[in-house]
């Protein structure tokens, strides 16, 4: 059961800029908890894309960055790109009453039109 | 190149049993906490259980609180998931994930391996 809400799909251009949300609460993005960010790319594992809100490792393309307000992160993906079409997670750290652990997001499906 | 590899999955009874092994390569294995995230098929990934790098401290999700232990073994930089009592909602692939510090706590996860089959079905 995720306890961080993210928008099911989101769509653009090539060259377009998109944003995905990924909502939580006091116990975990709210409680001061980074957000990190992975991508799935169709048949894969999941590689880590952004960490702490709003850094990128090495070799992810700087049109990748991250943001985080209150109980609330956000992805952007500016200059959107073929290859950018995959499933994107958000993932804190949740500590709350009978439940302390990592915790990630819904998952939202980037579609390049 | 810092490589994980996971072992172990496969097609079992529901109430059976099964352990599942990550062979880590590449990095100073007993620095770093370790991670099980699992993925039903076409869902989203869940995160399963964490221990600490020495291995002390470890972790669950309420779906398998109870009936999945992790476990490490340092000398041989491998971290097991044993896994009991399994339903059919425990049908996912299994992924092995290195955390980013020693101790499981606001961290991220910066490796991943490719991942383990387990399919709970009679």
């Known amino acids: 059961q995720s306890v961080l809400t993210q928008p099911p799909s989101v769509s653009g251009a090539p060259g377009q800029r998109v944003t995905i949300s990924c909502t939580g609460s006091?116990?975990?993005?709210?409680?001061?908890?980074?957000v990190h960010w992975y991508q799935q790319l169709p048949g894969t594992a999941p590689k880590l894309l952004i960490y702490g809100n709003n850094n990128r490792p090495s070799g992810v393309p700087d049109r990748f960055s991250g943001s985080k307000s209150g109980t609330s992160a956000s992805l952007a993906i500016t200059g959107l790109q073929a290859e950018d079409e995959a499933d994107y997670y958000c993932q804190s750290y949740d500590s709350s009453l009978g439940l302390s652990g990592y915790v990630f997001g819904t998952g939202t499906k980037v579609t390049v039109l | 190149e810092v490589q994980l590899l996971e072992s172990g999955g496969r097609l079992v009874q529901p109430g059976g049993s099964l352990r599942l092994s990550c062979v880590a390569s590449g990095f100073t294995f007993n620095n770093y906490a370790m991670n099980w995230v699992r993925q039903a098929p076409g869902k989203g990934l869940e995160w399963v259980s964490e221990i600490s790098g020495g291995g002390g401290t470890t972790n669950y999700a309420d779906s398998v609180k109870g009936r999945f232990t992790i476990s490490r073994d340092n000398p041989k930089n491998t971290v097991y998931l044993q896994m009991s009592g399994l339903r059919a909602e425990d049908t996912a692939v299994y992924y092995c994930a290195k955390d980013d510090r020693h101790f499981p706590t606001d961290g991220f996860m910066d490796v991943w391996g490719r991942g383990t089959t387990v399919i709970v079905s009679s």
């Open positions: 006091s116990s975990n993005i709210g409680a001061r908890f980074d």
